[in-house]
T-cell receptor
Framework: KNEVEQSPQNLTAQEGEFITINCSYSVGISALHWLQQHPGGGIVSLFMLSSGKKKHGRLIATINIQEKHSSLHITASHPRDSAVYICAVRAGSQGNLIFGKGTKLSVKP | NAGVTQTPKFRILKIGQSMTLQCTQDMNHNYMYWYRQDPGMGLKLIYYSVGAGITDKGEVPNGYNVSRSTTEDFPLRLELAAPSQTSVYFC?????????????FGPGTRLTVL
């Protein structure tokens, strides 16, 4: 069983829809990251969180440490949001990142 | 700032050939990483470095070597290329490895071994 599981694997939405991507993990962590991989391959960090909730524009990330679960929400989705969204966790305070397999999102106009 | 740069962008190797993937960062980051990304799989850590002269193995180091002679550069060497090394390789860097760390990724190198 992977230490970091994402769901769904693939997601197709219509422009304007509210989107939720889930991440569950089985190890104790010090931080959780959400990253975005563009269709061209580049990877950028969206959020890093260790508790609670963070918001950046139309993106919201939440984490529940007790339930070992995080969600990434996209409000008013747009075709430019189409990308692979990757969840990664840091086990312990100095451990290396453990990555999920990613969720491929396609937003149709 | 250019951030993290990688060369080449694409490469095709024959089995048994050798090559070096170059990675350079201009953010004065201490930590640098090499990952591989296989289709349908999460990123896997190959090697990492906590500073010039210091490197350590990650999850999948077999078949690879690294060196870190300067803060800026972290090349990845494939000595005897095998088809199993066909993948997309990403270099990344970060200021620290603590919980406040953010990793910055290069654009990737797509390697095919035939």
């Amino acid at each position: 069983k992977n230490e970091v599981e994402q769901s769904p694997q693939n997601l197709t939405a219509q422009e304007g829809e509210f989107i939720t991507i889930n991440c569950s993990y089985s190890v104790g962590i010090s931080a959780l990251h959400w990253l975005q991989q563009h269709p061209g391959g580049g990877i950028v960090s969206l959020f890093m969180l260790s508790s609670g909730k963070k918001k950046h524009g139309r993106l919201i990330a939440t984490i529940n440490i007790q339930e070992k679960h995080s969600s990434l929400h996209i409000t008013a989705s747009h075709p430019r949001d189409s990308a692979v969204y990757i969840c990664a966790v840091r086990a312990g305070s100095q451990g290396n990142l453990i990555f999920g397999k990613g969720t491929k999102l396609s937003v149709k106009p | 700032n250019a951030g993290v740069t990688q060369t080449p962008k694409f490469r095709i190797l024959k089995i048994g050939q050798s090559m070096t993937l170059q990675c350079t960062q201009d953010m004065n980051h201490n930590y640098m990483y090499w990952y591989r990304q296989d289709p349908g799989m999460g990123l896997k850590l190959i090697y990492y470095s906590v500073g010039a002269g210091i490197t350590d193995k990650g999850e999948v180091p077999n078949g690879y070597n690294v060196s870190r002679s300067t803060t800026e550069d972290f090349p990845l060497r494939l000595e005897l290329a095998a088809p199993s090394q066909t993948s997309v390789y990403f270099c990344a860097s970060s200021r620290t490895s603590g919980i406040a760390d953010t990793q910055y990724f290069g654009p990737g190198t797509r390697l095919t071994v035939l």
